[in-house]
């Protein structure tokens, strides 16, 4: 089945790289291709020196060996092909080695990228996707709930970056958004290609973990590198301090109950045992999860929780920051305040009831440009509510009135805010 999947998004990648203007810049690297969308970035040169550090340095936090370029790295392969079946055919030969066939949008001439070779083993380039702004890499995948992503291209929605950006029938794709944090996205970005080489060689699959064990690897990894503790353990305690469950984390809860599960693992057990402990979290998570609930929960007993604490914590059950990305067109500043306050540690309960009084009150008619921007976060509702399994009805509902009303501001709004509280932020309360 998934070499018909393949054989599928190859025959939509030739039919589809025609009539489309070329909106990228590709810079070879040593580990595949950093790829600028819309423009290179002013600062192009220090994040390809650190996405470059970065890999050494992801492989090496968890004892990896280092994935080795090819010896012909910097000079990709150039071919055409006289027919569209010979570029079919030719992309399935390549892909059946392990390289990288990348067909340029508007183009009959494509590159190939050699394979790398990890643990004797050959395995496809990484491809690194650099935008200038989170607002154009969700506009390019019709989804605002996200600020990096690893893996093929996914979506609930049909996608511009299929016909915009460069075909790469390769599973090793990575897409980040250049803004304070991407640091931090590409060390966490690059963690989940290390978990997923490592389940491979072991028999195992990456997809089948549970997001509490490949967030929790990316987020323990990445604040590991960057000294950036975020918070996640104050976060996870009270989780655990209210003797939640590690096989029924609320979704918007993974990232931080996820690193403190790893943190806690690799402390008990040195790192080498937690991931040779991987296929069995792939195998049955809500078995090991009920074995290692205790323990953790020990672990995070003593934590200290202030009131800015939890605070943060509602504000993340909530996904309060998703709440207020998706309605950033028209936030008014007070909320951002609000929400600044709340991520900064220094929030109240009382903060987050005054965020959704604030951003009940209708603003003001937006211009068409605003109003595109609003129209552009709609396929999220149901992005999120699919992906989380939780009020999908709800979701399409939200969905088909947005499109109703349109024309009418007053009532498009409402509906929107109904959004946000009714599928967003109920996302991490299911029933």
Known sequence: MRRYLVISA???????????????????WPYGAIVWVQTPSADAHSITDYATKAVKNVFSFWDEPVP????????????????????????????????AVVTSVNTSVSSLYPPLTWNTNVIYPLFLYFYPTAEAMDYDFADYSFWGSYGRRYSYTPRRIDTTLPSTPTPKEIFIAHNTDWHYIIDHELTHWVTDLICTHAGSKFEALPL???EGMAGYTAHSLTGDE????????????????????????????????VAYLVQQEGKQKF??????????????????????????HEVKVADGDRTLYEARLESLSLCAWLLDPVLPQEARTVID??????????NITQFWKIISVVPPQPSDDVLT???????????????????QALAAQVKNNLGKYWQDWDNYYTWFVIGLRKVIAACGNPT
């Open 10 to 28: 190859l025959i939509f990648a030739l039919v589809s790289v025609a009539g489309v203007c070329a909106n990228y810049t590709i810079t070879v």
């Open 68 to 99: 080795i370029p090819a010896k012909n790295w910097a000079r990709p392969e150039k071919v055409s092909f006289p027919t569209a079946m010979a570029r079919f055919n030719a992309l399935l030969d390549a892909g059946s080695r392990h390289y």
């Open 212 to 214: 509490v064990i490949t």
């Open 230 to 261: 975020n918070g996640w353990k104050q976060i996870a305690a009270v989780w655990a301090q209210s003797d939640g469950k590690l096989d029924d984390v609320p979704p918007p809860l993974d990232y931080d109950v996820g690193t403190s599960v």
């Open 275 to 300: 991931l040779d402990s991987l296929p069995k979290f792939a195998a049955d998570w809500p078995k090991e999860a009920v074995a290692i609930t205790p323990g953790w929960r020990a672990w995070l």
């Open 341 to 350: 306050h709340i991520y900064t540690g220094h929030g109240t309960m009382a």
């Open 373 to 391: 921007r609003m129209f552009h976060r709609e396929d999220t509702f149901v992005i999120v509510a699919n992906r989380d399994h939780t009020h």
